[in-house]
């Protein structure tokens, strides 16, 4: 049973930080693009 916990939570981990991640990323651009014009 810990064998099979410890071998889906990172994969658990990984498709659930998947979205958010990519939103980050996706604010940070428009926020440097932001930036870029602003300057």
């Known amino acids: 049973m810990e064998l099979n916990i410890k071998g889906f939570v990172p994969s658990q981990k990984r498709e659930f930080l998947g979205p958010f991640i990519e939103l980050l990323t996706d604010d940070l651009s428009s926020f440097f693009s932001l930036t ?4």
Do not use: H, Q
């Open 36 to 39: 870029l014009l602003l300057t």
